[in-house]
T-cell receptor, first 114, second 115 residues
Framework: AQTVTQSQPEMSVQEAETVTLSCTYD???????LFWYKQPPSRQMILVIR??????QNATENRFSVNFQKAAKSFSLKISDSQLGDAAMYFC???????????FGKGTHLIIQP | DTGVSQDPRHKITKRGQNVTFRCDPI?????LYWYRQTLGQGPEFLTY????????KSRLLSDRFSAERPKGSFSTLEIQRTEQGDSAMYLC?????????????FGPGTRLLVL
């Protein structure tokens, strides 16, 4: 079974600084997708960034980028120029190719210090 | 179309009662997923549909849970004889089946409290 591990229950960063959230996963599949989702307090889950396993280039979306290390099964999220609106729970998620549901980690609570 | 919607947003019920939740996916999406999220945890997959066909069910989906998507559009999730352990946020997500367009978009969830 696939597992996703987020080893940082909580992270804190100063506004405008850079923070990296860690995620590791375990799978025997070769075709899969990885995601980072953001869940603000009492608000719905929104997609931050996604990475296809077959792509070697790391995905980037504005201030958000990933470091995808396929051999190490690591998928970290870097947030540059942190903003107060980035405060939320961040979930790393995995899905194998096809149409399975997502497997989520337990999340990292990101606090932005003004 | 502004995204995935869920109704109701909150539900309080007594143990032993039946409850039903509704999810309306993004209109052009043919895949629909249900997840359960308990406090402090990530969402856990329950089941998914492609059009009206229910293609996968997690072992978390006990016999008291049933999901339908009769016309391949909206879906309902029913919990019979609710238990206190059913208290959770129930999330719905939808996606397209087009290759490389399979990102799941989530609704706001239905928060269930069983007393």
């Amino acid at each position: 079974a696939q597992t996703v591990t987020q080893s940082q229950p909580e992270m804190s960063v100063q506004e405008a600084e850079t923070v990296t959230l860690s995620c590791t996963y375990d799978t025997s599949e070769s075709d899969y997708y990885l995601f980072w989702y953001k869940q603000p307090p009492s608000r719905q889950m929104i997609l931050v960034i996604r990475q296809e396993a077959y792509k070697q280039q790391n995905a980037t979306e504005n201030r958000f980028s990933v470091n995808f290390q396929k051999a190490a099964k690591s998928f970290s999220l870097k947030i540059s120029d942190s903003q107060l609106g980035d405060a939320a729970m961040y979930f790393c998620a995995y899905r194998r190719g096809g149409a399975d549901g997502l497997t989520f980690g337990k999340g990292t609570h990101l606090i932005i210090q003004p | 179309d502004t995204g995935v919607s869920q109704d109701p947003r909150h539900k309080i019920t007594k143990r032993g009662q039946n409850v039903t939740f509704r999810c309306d996916p993004i209109s052009e999406h043919n895949r629909l997923y249900w997840y359960r999220q308990t406090l402090g945890q990530g969402p856990e997959f329950l089941t998914y549909f492609q059009n009206e066909a229910q293609l996968e069910k997690s072992r978390l989906l006990s016999d008291r849970f049933s999901a339908e998507r009769p016309k391949g559009s909206f879906s309902t999730l029913e919990i019979q004889r609710t238990e206190q352990g059913d208290s959770a946020m129930y999330l719905c997500a939808s996606s397209s089946s087009d290759y490389h367009q399979e990102t799941q978009y989530f609704g706001p969830g239905t928060r269930l409290l069983v007393l």
